[in-house]
């Protein structure tokens, strides 16, 4: 594979794909010579009728694999820049927080049962003075198992009738979560997007920050920064606009972080609460996925303030606590006892030492697709390269070309969202071979 392969794979005409063919006819089973039918007699939730197609990443996965099917001999050859998962091992010392962790559950000082299911006091404690310089207070952090699962839990708690919004494109996960709490109607077939959620326009013209004020109110806004997919980060002018906006209008901010390590640039916010007046209006989620390579280990956190409240004065923190207590039995002893190690001083050293590695890997796909002549958007405080295709070139049959021609596998733009259509994105998580590999090529 070459680059000039890359170059004229993307500037080819369109390549006919049935890009989200992905609903198959289950006809109902019944036993020869009974009457006695599989299904059941229950109604399906309407809600999910509604979700177009699978969850992007699995679809991802799911086109990678029929690919191989076809082409075994392209087995182990395949340059993954798709989904974000973390490919380095898990430092020395970080890793021992998790081991020592298991170890204690093999003794009788040391073992331990059901925790609190909002994390260990101590890891609570350590967040909120490590990492936001005790802005907040220990008791406004819920330990979890990931910001993923914390967003659909954070849905449960504002429920089916309040209006969404989100930038365009983003994180799939606010739009399908939001779907199946019923908050949506139906999806437009033309436009792409579902009606009742509020989709904020971000793009090259407004450098992917999303003009809140242009855009009818909604009751949740979600904003992720530093940005996937398109690798955006925020300044502390725009956030500190967004913020005010959000007190203003009266709407609740979830400020997605994960991926806050990556910023570099001096001045560029981390946290959403070193804004002013963003505890009266901002949840933030964040996890140590990204930080750590948690990916498979699974830690996370969310912080509700006390100060946030519903209309009715009711702290949203009490319906959080109830959604954690009721539906969550805490994250797993062993991977807290990591989530300390992450935090201590060591630690913080290797997790920079990692982070460094991927952004390296940024800055490399970064200068290969431009020195390719395309525009290439992120890739300098974030993770995430979102690179823009030829005019009327499609995501998905680009995908699509690159994996059949080139054997790397890539990111739709148009899976984030009708926003990101003309885009693909690249993941720099790859190993650092795989990357230079491409360079190279």
């Known amino acids: 594979m070459n680059l000039a392969l890359i170059t004229t794979i993307l500037g080819l005409g369109a390549f006919t794909v049935n890009s989200f063919s992905l609903f198959t006819s289950i006809p109902n089973n019944k036993r020869q010579g009974t009457a006695v039918f599989a299904n059941s007699g229950v109604t399906r939730n309407e809600n999910?009728?509604?979700?177009?197609?699978?969850?992007?990443?699995?679809?991802?996965?799911?086109?990678?694999?029929a690919y191989l099917k076809n082409h075994p001999e392209a087995e182990g050859k395949i340059i993954s820049l798709g989904i974000g998962d973390t490919t380095q091992p898990i430092p020395s010392h970080i890793l021992s927080g998790l081991v020592n962790g298991a170890t204690k559950l093999g003794t009788k000082e040391g073992y331990s049962g059901y925790g609190a299911e909002q994390g260990t006091k101590e890891l609570r404690e350590k967040i909120a003075k490590v990492l936001y310089n005790n802005r907040i207070e220990p008791d406004e952090v819920f330990v979890s198992d990931g910001a993923k699962c914390d967003i659909m839990r954070i849905q449960q708690v504002f429920g089916k009738n309040v209006v969404t919004a989100v930038q365009d494109p983003s994180y799939p996960v606010y739009v399908d979560t939001a779907v199946m709490l019923g908050q949506t109607g139906e999806i437009d077939p033309v436009t792409r997007q579902y009606q009742n959620i509020v989709y904020m326009p971000c793009n090259a013209e407004n450098n992917f920050f999303p003009d809140y004020s242009t855009v009818p109110r909604a009751d949740i806004v979600y904003f992720c920064s530093p940005n996937n997919p398109t690798g955006a980060a925020a300044t502390f002018e725009q956030l500190e606009s967004l913020v005010k906006l959000c007190q203003e209008r009266g709407s609740i901010l979830v400020y997605d972080a994960a991926y806050a390590p990556f910023i570099r640039t001096p001045g560029v916010p981390k946290s959403v609460y070193e804004i002013e007046g963003a505890k009266e209006v901002a949840i933030e989620v964040n996890s140590f996925s990204k930080y750590a390579g948690f990916t498979g280990v699974r830690l996370g956190w969310t912080v509700v303030p006390s100060s946030l409240k519903f209309s009715d004065g009711t702290p949203v923190r009490n319906d959080f606590n109830r959604v954690m207590t009721t539906a969550f039995n805490g994250a797993s002893n062993i991977v807290q006892s990591g989530g300390m190690a992450c935090l201590d001083p060591d630690g913080l050293k290797e997790i920079d030492t990692l982070i460094d590695y991927y952004l390296e890997n940024a800055a490399l796909l970064r200068k290969t697709m431009e020195s390719l002549g395309y525009k290439v958007f992120g890739g300098v405080d974030a993770p995430y390269v979102f690179v823009g295709l030829p005019s009327g070139k499609s995501s998905w049959d680009a995908f699509e070309?690159?994996?059949?021609?080139?054997?790397?596998?890539?990111?739709?733009?148009?899976?984030?969202g009708p926003g990101g259509e003309g885009y693909l994105r690249l993941s720099a998580f790859a190993p650092r071979d795989s990357v230079k590999k491409l360079a190279k090529d």
């Open 401 to 416: 070309e690159i994996l059949e021609k080139a054997q790397v596998v890539t990111i739709p733009g148009a899976g984030f």
């Open 48 to 65: 999910f009728a509604k979700l177009v197609g699978g969850y992007l990443f699995p679809e991802i996965g799911r086109r990678r694999t």
